[in-house]
Nanobody, 120 residues
Framework: QVQLVESGGGLVEPGGSLRLSCAAS????????MNWYRQAPGQQRELVAG???????TYVRSVKGRFTISRDNAKNTVYLQMDGLKPEDTAVYYC??????????????WGQGTQVTVSS
């Protein structure tokens, strides 16, 4: 059994910063890709940023230059540093990981979601 626990969301004024964290625990052998998604009310969930095990990163165009994804493989944790936040970044943010378990089986897991609200 593997669990992903997110933290770091909250309310911030436009132009402010937040750092999201997502830690995986359980029967983990290794973790491949790690992603952050977000879903605003009435909208589809979208991929915000992704990072491979070799630290290759991708970003949706709307956050490039403002958000930074990183990972700590020793801690099975992925981070999302969000700077220059805008009201349109308001959403529930979810982490996602491709986990290989101790039984050498690969599963994909989601975090529980954390609310990010950007408002004055």
């Amino acid at each position: 059994q593997v669990q992903l626990v997110e933290s770091g969301g909250g309310l911030v004024e436009p132009g402010g910063s937040l750092r999201l964290s997502c830690a995986a625990s359980g029967s983990i052998s290794s973790i491949g890709d790690m992603n952050w998604y977000r879903q605003a009310p009435g909208q589809q969930r979208e991929l915000v940023a992704g990072i491979t095990r070799s630290d290759v990163t991708t970003y949706v165009r709307s956050v490039k230059g403002r958000f930074t994804i990183s990972r700590d493989n020793a801690k099975n944790t992925v981070y999302l540093q969000m700077d220059g936040l805008k009201p349109e970044d308001t959403a529930v943010y979810y982490c996602w990981m491709d986990v290989t378990t101790m039984l050498s089986i690969s599963y994909q897991y989601w975090g529980q979601g954390t609310q990010v609200t950007v408002s004055s």
